[in-house]
């Protein structure tokens, strides 16, 4: 099993910013990649940032590029998105997602955190 626990959501006005944090733990052999979604209420869940573990590749949804920054702690096992100039339309609940190889015969995980809420409102 590999948990993924994700902090830094909250309220801000429009222009703002918030850092997201999200930390894997578990049975944990390696980590492929990291990355965020998000979903609006009535909306599908859409793809939002990813970053490669080893080479710390990135890759952004169009809507937050040069807005979001995502990044990692290799040694932590944890990735971070920077969120700045934050509109109305980022409001949404905000899920962790992680794939590699768990400890239990090198066996391939993917697994999401339970979200955590950003309010973009004045």
């Known amino acids: 099993q590999v948990q993924l626990v994700e902090s830094g959501g909250g309220l801000v006005q429009p222009g703002g910013s918030l850092r997201l944090s999200c930390a894997a733990s578990g049975r944990i052999f390696r980590i492929n990649a990291m990355g965020w979604y998000r979903q609006a209420p009535g909306k599908d869940r859409e793809f939002v940032a990813a970053?490669?573990?080893?080479?710390?590749?990135?890759n952004y949804a169009d809507s937050v590029k040069g807005r979001f920054t995502i990044s990692r702690d290799n040694a932590k096992n944890t990735v971070f998105l920077q969120m700045n100039s934050l509109k109305p339309e980022d409001t949404a609940a905000y899920y962790c997602?992680?794939?590699?190889?768990?400890?239990?015969?090198?066996?391939?995980?993917?697994?999401w955190g339970h979200g955590t809420q950003v309010t973009v409102s004045s």
């Open positions: 997602n992680a794939n590699g190889l768990n400890s239990d015969y090198h066996r391939p995980f993917n697994s």
């Open positions: 970053i490669t573990w080893l080479a710390g590749s990135t």
